[in-house]
């Protein structure tokens, strides 16, 4: 869309939740609309205010503005990352969009391996910003714009950071009005969200977050409320129980759907849309859903983004917990560990057992570095196993917990939960989870609305003292009492579950053969990694009470993502 006089034009990918207000306010300066969109409101706040036009929005966006007059390009995305932005760019060419594959192709783009991305992305299951698995193709990093003036002839390019959260200092009120005060902006986030000329429902998934959206959308719909879940055949896995009490409780037009192992035949489906190394399995159960609520609906809100404010995570427990442990001699925790290897990780390693011994292990480190053992598909030393010595080199330089540590110490907060939170909503947030699901919506044009993630509700959030979030075990504590009384005691009382996925059965059964076909044959691991390490991961998944599904679910994306773009 361009201006009157074409001098001003706009790409946009995303919704501005307060548009309707930012166009009264470019009313009142003279400016006469020829539409009802946001696109609009875009282009007339980047000539009234440049730039700095960001920090006025609330929504996901991901937009370019190219002003003809000024000669200048300006590319930007939204604060939390839920919609993407990638470019290439060298001292003749530039190009940007949200899908790599709007230009990946393009003869002018080189298309070679990043193995710094491929090392990042087996411990964290994604490629963190600016990385994309292409080396020479980046990411505008959340929060961030770039701005390319050409009026000197020379390219100028600058890039910066126009929003971060702060912690501190913390705001000190009684617990009752911390929890009036979330009820209201959540609320408010949730009901700007709602305005659509389009079908509108919800992800339910039954734990606290999704149930406090469908609780919120309830109290203000005459109609019921559409919502969406989707489960295993395998109880152990399954939160449909949990989800119909919500769906029963606020009377919703509920609709399910239930995955099964056949249903892992999509798995180039989604290699072609994420376009990038991705292992978190929760994609597969994510898509499928989106495809489920697009044959009823066209926008879904979610829960996404709970966690990270609120302190949800399991992991945030143990991060705080494993501070008290950092008192203990660094010789006993070695002894500690050393101990926990050999007795209990083998011969017949389970998930349990490689997280008591990265919990002792990480504590060796500092506690920058150590909170990305907690999530890690595979750790360090795991990494040396796998490695080639040349693949190994090729990486020294770059470890992945000093990526994590680095933004772990740039932080404005001093409790170890909030800088552990701050860490996600600056690494695991946009990496992993918000791809996750922006991908897996809009390939199947379904839009997804995150009222945790307006900025209004974060910033709220930030300034809760850690203690009324975690108590003891329990996260999200304030969360949950803002909400008790509106949801079921039994939703209150849930603990943390997440889109698990059986796939450590799934790897002993169905996927056996596929695996073992696809990652002994990569030409990506022969050269690189250590084959007989995969092997055995293999042969102990098949063999023994071993729980490698994560590792083999990452090797498998990494083959297959190879195999389809290299």
């Not at 530039?94 to 594959?101: D, I, Q, R, W």
């Not at 039954?206 to 309830?218: E, K, R």
Request: glycine share 4%; with cysteine; net charge neutral.
């Amino acid at each position: 869309m361009s201006n009157p006089n074409k001098t001003v034009w706009i790409v946009f990918n995303g919704e501005i939740y307060n548009f309707q207000e930012l166009r009264n306010a470019c009313e009142q300066k003279g400016y006469r609309f020829r539409s009802q969109t946001d696109t609009e409101v875009l282009i007339y706040l980047w000539e009234l205010y440049g730039p700095e036009m960001v920090k006025q929005l609330r929504g996901m966006f991901a937009f370019a503005i190219w002003d003809e007059t000024k000669q200048q390009l300006f590319l930007t995305r939204d604060r939390a990352g839920q919609k993407p932005l990638k470019y290439y760019m060298d001292n003749n060419v530039l190009y940007f969009a949200s899908e790599l594959k709007a230009f990946i192709d393009e003869p002018q783009v080189p298309k070679r391996l990043d193995l710094t991305a491929v090392h990042h992305a087996l411990s964290l299951q994604y490629v963190p910003a600016p990385l994309t698995g292409f080396q020479d193709v980046k990411k505008l990093p959340p929060a961030h714009w770039m701005h390319i003036d050409l009026s000197t002839g020379s390219p100028k390019i600058t890039q910066q950071r126009y929003w971060s959260l702060s912690y501190e200092p913390k705001r000190t009120l009684p617990t009752n009005e911390w929890k009036e005060r979330i009820l209201t902006t959540l609320r408010e986030a949730t009901t700007i969200r709602t305005i659509s000329d389009v079908p509108l429902g919800a992800f339910l998934s039954g734990g606290i977050d999704s149930s406090a959206i469908v609780a919120l959308l309830a109290e203000s719909s005459s109609q019921p409320i559409k919502t969406f879940s989707i489960g295993f055949e395998d109880e152990k896995f399954n939160e449909l129980p949990d989800a119909r009490r919500i769906a029963q409780h606020f009377q919703t037009d509920h609709t399910e759907f239930t995955v099964t192992p056949t249903m892992t035949d999509i798995f180039d489906t989604l290699i072609y849309h994420f376009e990038e190394p991705f292992a978190d399995p929760a994609a597969l159960p994510t898509f499928l859903l989106s495809k489920l609520t697009r044959e009823h609906v066209t926008v879904a809100l979610n829960g996404d983004g709970g966690d990270e404010s609120f302190g949800g995570y399991p992991w945030y427990v143990i991060h705080v917990l494993a501070q008290r442990y950092r008192n203990l001699t660094p010789a006993l925790l070695q002894r500690m560990t050393a101990l926990l290897g050999t007795t209990i990780a083998s011969p017949f390693p389970d998930l349990l057992a490689q997280r008591a011994v990265a919990f002792f292990a990480s504590s060796l480190e500092s506690e920058a570095q150590q909170y990305h053992y907690y999530t890690s598909s595979f750790y360090p030393s795991e990494k040396r196993s796998l490695y080639t010595s040349a693949m190994h080199e090729a990486i020294r330089a770059y470890p992945t917990g000093d990526l994590i540590g680095e933004r772990y110490l740039s932080l404005n907060a001093k409790h170890a939960l909030d800088k552990a939170m701050g860490t996600d909503i600056l690494t695991y947030l946009p990496g992993a989870l918000l791809p996750k699901v922006d991908i897996a919506s809009m390939a199947v044009s379904l839009e997804a609305r995150s009222p945790f993630l307006d900025h209004h509700v974060m910033e709220l959030a930030a300034a809760i003292p850690a203690s009324l979030k975690l108590r003891g075990t329990n996260g999200k504590y304030i969360l949950k009492e803002a909400f008790r009384g509106i949801l079921p005691d039994e939703t209150i009382a849930k603990k943390k579950w997440g889109f698990r996925l059986p796939i450590d059965t799934w790897f002993s059964g169905p996927l056996q053969h596929m695996a073992a076909d696809t990652l002994m044959h990569s030409p990506l691991f022969i050269e690189h990694f250590n084959m007989d390490y995969i092997e055995r991961l293999l042969d102990e998944q098949k063999n023994t009470r071993a729980q490698h599904g994560r590792k083999l679910w990452s090797l498998l994306w990494l083959a297959k993502w190879y195999e389809r773009y290299f």
